[in-house]
Antibody, heavy 121, light 109 residues
Framework: EVQLVQSGAEAKKPGQSLKISCQGSGYNFANYWVAWVRQMPGKGLEWMGFIYPVDSDTRYNPSFEGQVTISVDKSTDTAYLQWARLQASDTATYYC??????????????WGQGTTVTVSS | EIVMTQSPATLSVSPGDTVTLSCRASQSISNGLAWYLQKTGQPPKLLIYAASNRAPGVPDRFSGSGSGTEFTLTISTLQSEDFAVYYCQQYRTWPPALTFGGGTKVEIK
């Protein structure tokens, strides 16, 4: 079964750092782009960026560039999303997702279960 | 930057109804559009890709159409499990990028 499993919920204070993870299984993780998507409480979905595990090629949504860092560890089939200094406005659920192919067409087809990050003093 | 606009924001309908959700792109995206369903506390689930292709395992009461800038998702004979939020998503092949619409909530009247 193809799946992405994310790390558990986090409660942090403003100014702290954080790194959350997304581990793939059931497929050749290295050959598929992985996306990160933010969903603030009660709001819609926002694409943050993509990373390609083979060479760590990373593409950010300009709205998130410089605010977060996306990375990957091919040896453990795991992608990461990290913050150097959290703010209350980073409170959200974060999803990772795979860009797969169906009938030769690219599509974001598999999603992790989400990681809820709460930032509060 | 492409902007995706969904309408209406909320649809109040009854089980058994047929509904049509709309999604408009600010510029032509050919057929590079997907539709997702999201229930509270769950990740999005892929319904439609390439504007009109049902994802594996998706019931045939879900159908997508459109190209260019205007797209629709039709749900025939609404079932209780279909009450959720629906998002359209534009995807650019290269460099890879995604843009989501704001969502349409389908609620029970």
């Amino acid at each position: 079964e193809v799946q992405l499993v994310q790390s558990g919920a986090e409660a942090k204070k403003p100014g702290q750092s954080l790194k959350i993870s997304c581990q793939g299984s059931g497929y050749n993780f290295a050959n598929y782009w992985v996306a990160w998507v933010r969903q603030m409480p009660g709001k819609g979905l926002e694409w943050m960026g993509f990373i390609y595990p083979v060479d760590s090629d990373t593409r950010y949504n300009p709205s998130f560039e410089g605010q977060v860092t996306i990375s990957v560890d091919k040896s453990t089939d795991t992608a990461y999303l990290q913050w150097a200094r959290l703010q209350a406005s980073d409170t959200a659920t974060y999803y990772c997702a795979r860009r797969g192919r169906i009938s030769g067409m690219y599509v974001v087809d598999v999603w992790g279960q989400g990681t809820t990050v709460t930032v509060s003093s | 930057e492409i902007v995706m606009t969904q309408s209406p924001a909320t649809l109040s309908v009854s089980p058994g109804d047929t509904v049509t959700l709309s999604c408009r792109a600010s510029q032509s995206i050919s057929n590079g559009l997907a539709w997702y369903l999201q229930k509270t506390g769950q990740p999005p689930k892929l319904l439609i890709y390439a504007a009109s292709n049902r994802a594996p395992g998706v019931p045939d009461r879900f159908s997508g159409s459109g190209s260019g800038t205007e797209f629709t998702l039709t749900i025939s004979t609404l079932q209780s499990e279909d009450f959720a939020v629906y998002y359209c998503q534009q995807y650019r092949t290269w460099p890879p990028a995604l843009t989501f619409g704001g969502g349409t909530k389908v609620e029970i009247k």
